[in-house]
């Protein structure tokens, strides 16, 4: 399934499915389909059954291309694209200031070659990558890969973890497109990138910009409960960087630096908005040059720093790249007649004082870290709530471990660590394995333990919570 300007996409053998469940109350319904019921008739055609049920002037209209053999079965719509694309181009509502989610109920089948895409105004895609086994020639594993940017690079396919899927399992899976940031979620937990962290991919359309403007399915599977809403968000609060200063060998040399083209072209004020939004500040020359009666060389670019009251971030170049409080400061590196510059990045998730007024500093040659650049503030602990194992399932080499909270109401919550202790009988030598933590409360938490031996006991703890 692929979002065409959002694309999602079930493609090559894949079929994308959107979630099932009920719209928040904070949420507008755009579209939703059941798919109950239908059928192709004899003499009509697919796209004619799917608009005579939902493609009206008011809600938008299905398409698809020549040799497509998509049909119905038990009130799903069953895929079978033939390589071609069957596309739902809905009308009404198309916020792009707003939060879109796409919705389905999706039955996976897996391949094991990644889908090719050669559009450039899509959002993102997803298929189900299968692993398969050399010496059996069957399926291992899966995992769900989603086709984004992870940086600055072109976009690429990335493998999604948090949840096990299995090839021909049906799953509820939602597609969040907010600005250029894409999250996905299966059965209502959050997934991550393989390093347990990053929830927060930027979408692989070029010039980023744009709302969905059509969802397209490719390949083979059942769709079910298709369905997108949306949801406006409140106006952030804002912050503003104000003004730019230039060092050489940590001395402030921003009154007497002249050729600011030599230096770095700051972006004039510029507007943080405080809702995550990455924000291009400035861009700053790996080696640069100062004009004064003649070129004079301030150095290579060591750091960049972003100031206000009470504020302080800092981000130091190692070997070209930025090291220290990344998670405020960041770069994206470029060159031009062959000198390299970086585009400062300013992420505002973590900044939090509305109406401050920052400073860039930009420090060449020389320079003096502070003492504690990123000082670790007290947080209070966070009190886990009790959890329970809910299933163990056997993937390849592994032992799949899900653990969900054992009260009504619980979370698995961000902040406590969760780790699985092993035995190889029962009262036996306890091994712990390494803790994992989410990024946010969610509902469930997958652990990965070795299977090794005949047999193997499982506890799994939070902190002071146990789960046997």
Same mark, same amino acid.
């Given at each position: ?19 099932s469940s009920a719209f928040a109350a904070e949420e507008t319904p755009w579209w939703s389909m059941d798919f109950d019921g239908l059928a192709i008739e004899e003499g009509g055609t697919l796209t004619n059954?799917? =608009? ?5 002037? +008011? ?18 719509? #069953?895929? !079978?694209? +033939?390589?071609? $694309? ?35 105004? /899509? ?16 399926? %291992? ?46 059965? $209502? ?10 929830? #927060?991919?930027?979408? &692989?359309?070029?010039? @980023?910009?744009? %709302? ?17 809403? +949306? ?21 402030? /040399?921003?009154?007497?630096? +002249? ?20 924000? !291009?500040? &400035? ?29 302080? @971030? ?10 220290? $409080? ?12 062959? @000198?390299?510059?970086?585009? /400062? /990045? ?5 900044l939090t004082v509305a109406n401050a007024e920052y400073t860039l500093e930009v420090y060449y040659g020389e320079y003096t870290p502070s003492e504690d650049p990123d000082p670790d503030p007290e947080v209070p602990a966070v009190e886990p709530d009790p959890i329970k194992i809910s299933a163990i399932s056997l993937v ?21 660590? @969760? ?23 969610? =509902? ?14 499982? #506890? ?9």
């Amino acid at each position: 399934m692929k979002f065409s300007k959002l694309l999602t996409t079930a493609m090559m053998s894949v079929a994308l499915v959107a979630s099932s469940s009920a719209f928040a109350a904070e949420e507008t319904p755009w579209w939703s389909m059941d798919f109950d019921g239908l059928a192709i008739e004899e003499g009509g055609t697919l796209t004619n059954t799917l =608009n005579t049920a939902y493609g009206t002037e +008011q809600n938008g209209v299905w398409s698809t291309e020549e040799g497509d053999l998509t049909t119905f079965e038990n009130d799903k719509l #069953k895929l !079978n694209t +033939q390589g071609t $694309d069957l596309t739902w181009t809905p009308n009404g509502d198309n916020n792009t200031k707003a939060i879109t989610y796409i919705d389905a109920d999706v039955t996976f089948v897996g391949s094991d070659t990644a889908p090719t895409i050669s559009e450039t105004d /899509v959002h993102t895609a997803v298929y189900l990558k299968n692993i398969i086994n050399d010496e059996t020639g069957e399926v %291992a594993s899966s995992v769900l890969c989603a086709w984004v940017r992870t940086g600055t690079e072109d976009a690429t396919w990335v493998e999604l973890s948090g949840y096990v899927i299995k090839d021909g399992g049906e799953y509820n899976l939602r597609i969040m497109l907010d600005d250029i940031n894409l999250s996905f979620f299966i059965e $209502d937990t959050l997934l991550t990138g393989t390093d347990g962290v990053t929830t #927060k991919f930027k979408t &692989a359309k070029d010039g @980023y910009a744009g %709302a969905v403007d059509s969802v397209s399915f490719r390949g083979t599977g059942f769709v079910d409960n298709f369905a997108a809403s +949306q949801k406006v968000k409140e106006a952030a609060a804002t912050a503003n960087v104000v003004a730019y200063k230039v060092f050489k060998d940590n001395v402030d /040399v921003t009154s007497s630096w +002249q050729g600011e083209d030599f230096l770095f072209q700051s972006f004039g004020q510029t507007e943080l908005i405080l809702d995550g939004t990455p924000s !291009n500040v &400035a861009f700053i020359w790996d080696e640069a040059q100062d004009f004064d009666g003649g070129f004079t060389s301030l150095g290579k670019v060591a750091a960049i720093k972003l100031v206000a009251d009470g504020e302080s @971030y800092e981000g130091i170049f190692v070997d070209g790249a930025l090291t220290g $409080d990344t998670n405020v400061l960041s770069v994206e590196t470029g060159s031009d007649g062959g @000198y390299v510059y970086y585009t /400062v /990045v300013v992420d505002t998730d973590d900044l939090t004082v509305a109406n401050a007024e920052y400073t860039l500093e930009v420090y060449y040659g020389e320079y003096t870290p502070s003492e504690d650049p990123d000082p670790d503030p007290e947080v209070p602990a966070v009190e886990p709530d009790p959890i329970k194992i809910s299933a163990i399932s056997l993937v390849g080499d592994n032992v799949v471990v899900t653990v969900v909270p054992a009260t009504e109401g619980g979370k698995i919550k961000a902040g406590v660590n @969760y780790w699985a202790v092993v035995s190889a009988t029962l009262g036996g030598d306890e091994t712990a394995q390494d803790p994992v933590t989410v990024p946010e409360d969610t =509902n469930s938490l997958q652990i990965t333990v070795p299977a090794t031996g005949d047999s193997l006991f499982i #506890k799994v703890k939070a902190d002071t919570a146990t789960a046997k």
